[in-house]
């Protein structure tokens, strides 16, 4: 409901206004509506950003007017400049200070910019320090299972492989939290019918995500390319259609080998790692439609 923010600050005579308002607009303010009605008249100076913050329990240690810039040092340099031309040098020291570091990770300098009769107006220019500062927090799962409900597909060709993955899913949910009344395994008979299982599941919406496993082996399976893309399309094609998250755990192998390895040999199980993905996807889910809902 709130649109913006606007402080309303007096300057004491017409040509520190405008003096001052052709500084703060070198700087990078952008020239909003202004106003002049004869008796007095009004510059807007427009941020990309605004906020206002109330403060308790000691005066504050910065100005009540504080411009957050991208590149303090270059801002600091341009109303050095300025006040060289405005003000008498043997002045310029007193009322310009120099960029220090903040107790808040940040760099500040304050400028107090005087007209001589009146007290004047003081800025705070300041940058922060930390390079994250001021990016948008990014929405990120969390890895608790507690109350969602999964449906695992997984193949029965090659089970020495996909018990091991089926095993590794299981793992990961019960160990995030997962209750067992939660899972259930419907089990195919190879990689070709997870697409179809996991859409009817998806479909009956009981599911806050599909976990599908399955295993091709190059070496054993004929039209091996032709297979795996379709697999691959299926399931995701389902979890498009459907927006309920299908974590893929369907290994692609030259050899027995290397799938055994991804099974919980030596690569990992690829198992556990697609049901950390689902898990995190439903986390992600929710959020983002909480955030929507706010
Ligand atoms: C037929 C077949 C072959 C050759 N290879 C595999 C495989 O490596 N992994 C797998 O999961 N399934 C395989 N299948 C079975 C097909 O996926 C499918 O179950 C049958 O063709 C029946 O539709």
Not at 167 to 173: E, H, I, N, T, V
Not at 185 to 190: A, E, F, M, Q
């Amino acid at each position: 409901m709130i649109k913006g923010i606007t402080l309303v600050r007096e300057v004491a005579s017409a040509d520190a206004h405008d003096k001052l308002s052709q500084l703060l607009l070198s700087l990078g303010f952008e020239q909003g509506k202004g106003w002049d009605d004869g008796t007095g008249r009004g510059v807007a100076l427009l941020a990309p950003l605004g906020n206002l913050e109330l403060i308790t329990g000691r005066p504050p240690a910065v100005p009540s007017i504080l411009i957050e810039v991208f590149n303090l040092d270059a801002i600091h340099s341009a109303v050095h400049q300025w006040m060289l031309a405005n003000y008498r040098s043997e002045d310029v020291a007193s009322l310009l200070g120099s960029p220090e570091l903040t107790h808040w990770n940040s760099r500040l300098f304050t400028v107090k910019l005087t007209d001589g009769n009146t007290d004047g107006l003081v800025l705070g220019f300041w940058q922060s320090e930390n390079p994250l500062h001021g990016k948008p927090a990014a929405i990120e799962g969390d890895l608790s299972a507690a109350g969602m409900r999964f449906a695992i597909v997984t193949a029965r060709w090659n089970a020495v492989i996909t018990d091991r993955l089926l095993q590794g899913s299981l793992d990961a949910l019960h160990r995030s939290g997962a209750a067992k009344a939660d899972i259930e395994i419907v089990r195919v008979p190879g990689a070709w019918e997870v697409p179809s299982a996991a859409r009817t599941l998806a479909e009956t919406k009981r599911f806050d995500a599909i976990i599908t496993l399955g295993c091709l082996i190059r070496g054993e399976t004929a039209h091996y390319e032709a297979i795996y893309n379709e697999v691959a399309r299926g399931i995701g094609q389902s979890q498009q259609d459907t927006g309920i998250p299908h974590a893929f755990g369907v290994l692609t192998c030259e050899t027995l080998e290397q799938a055994l390895d991804r099974a919980g040999i030596k690569a990992g199980n690829k198992g556990f790692e697609a049901a950390i993905a689902a898990i995190e996807m439903v986390s992600i889910q929710r959020k983002i439609k909480a955030e929507d809902s706010k």
